[in-house]
């Protein structure tokens, strides 16, 4: 879901604010329910699994966009022990502005495990964007290389292939944005990067959100199209074929569980669209989270929530029998066993 930070300098209220919000979920466990609330992580908005090193933990992409009071950063919670904390970033360019968004991990065809990570910040000239990737290691991530492209229109989420090409979505057309958004109107796009050079890849999409590629499939949310696509994936790159996989209402972030996809969904717009926007206690958005046969479609509700627990619920990941879920504002991730 696409809510760029537009304020970046920290503030001494903001963090103190931040810390309060963070104070008031630590450590909550709903019983009756078997969530457990994992705080500290302002603005969780995607979430990927790193089970390539000795320790699984989650990556979680962080931009503080209620209140801009902290730097965007990646943090990991390792599963066994609970911690939570910022990765630290090292090689990075001077001058790099890092307030994430989309990211995927994949291990690439030389070994090597590689984060790619959407970021977006402001100048003189207006909204910028690239992708940024990273080596990561278990105590740090390095920066390897920085993407950038007039085609990177508005990017929101990426698949990266072990072969070094990647697949984003840009959830509007270049200046569309809200407007575009609103009105549902079929400009956006999904992109492709062949190792040399971007191109567009599919077109005439409403708000083109998750993204997830296989070799020969790619799957594409359409949050305004309240659908998810499966295209085929040509040689080049170009996506065709387009067909509906399943429909779900205001479908968000794509992940993989064995031969399902995890998609989140915003039940009602008009109640995400205040919920974002609001400044200070926000109304409630509905969450839902969907289990999607690859293969057949078929559909199952995992997870709901009408905004009493968490609220616009913009991913799901499954591991070892436990679901969590990111949101795009507020400063916590939750956990949940699946049954």
């Keep these: 879901m696409k809510i760029h930070q537009r304020t970046y300098a920290a503030s001494a ?22 969530i457990t609330v994992l705080n500290g992580i302002p603005g969780p908005e995607d ?48 001058g790099l502005v890092f307030n994430p968004h989309g990211l995927d991990i994949v291990e690439e065809e030389k070994g ?15 909204e910028k964007h690239a992708v940024v990737r990273y080596r990561v290691f278990p105590d740090r991530l390095f920066f390897e290389r920085l993407y950038s492209d007039d085609l990177l ?13 990647i697949y984003v ?26 190792g040399e050079a971007w191109s567009v890849a599919a077109g005439k999409i409403a ?18 199209e309240n659908r998810v696509y499966a295209f085929d ?5 170009e996506l065709t074929e387009k067909r509906v996989l399943a429909r779900i209402k205001g479908p968000d972030n794509i992940s993989v569980w064995g031969e399902y996809l995890i998609v989140a969904g915003h039940a009602k717009t008009i109640a995400l669209a205040r919920h974002l926007s609001a400044s200070g206690n926000p109304p409630p958005s509905p969450t839902a ?31 070892d029998g436990h679901l969590y879920v990111g949101q795009i504002m507020d400063p916590f991730v939750v956990s949940l066993r699946l049954e």
């Design 153 to 165: 229109a508005s990017p929101n989420d990426l698949a990266a292939l072990p072969d070094g090409t």
């Design 112 to 126: 090597r495990i590689l984060l790619y990570v959407i970021t977006h910040w402001e100048n003189n000239e207006g």
């Design 289 to 319: 989270i969907h289990s999607i046969n690859r293969r057949t479609g078929e559909t199952r509700l995992e997870f709901s929530d009408a905004g009493n627990i968490i609220s616009a619920g913009s991913v799901g990941v499954v591991f």
């Design 233 to 237: 994936r040509r040689t080049s790159g």
């Design 47 to 94: 979430i990927v699994i790193d089970n390539y090193h000795d320790f699984p933990r989650l990556l979680v992409s962080s931009t503080d966009r209620r209140y801009g009071a902290v730097a965007g950063e990646i943090y990991e919670v390792v599963i066994d022990t609970g911690l939570i904390r910022p990765l630290k970033r090292t090689g990075e360019p001077e």
């Design 169 to 194: 979505s840009n959830d509007s057309s270049a200046g569309g944005g809200m407007f575009e958004m609103a009105l549902g109107l079929k400009r956006s796009s999904v992109v492709y990067f062949n």
């Design 13 to 34: 209220a903001g963090r103190i604010l931040l810390a309060v919000l963070s104070m008031l979920t630590a450590g909550t466990v709903y019983a009756e329910t078997g």
């Design 207 to 224: 708000m083109a959100n998750g993204i997830e590629a296989f070799p020969g499939v790619v799957y594409v949310s359409a949050t305004r």
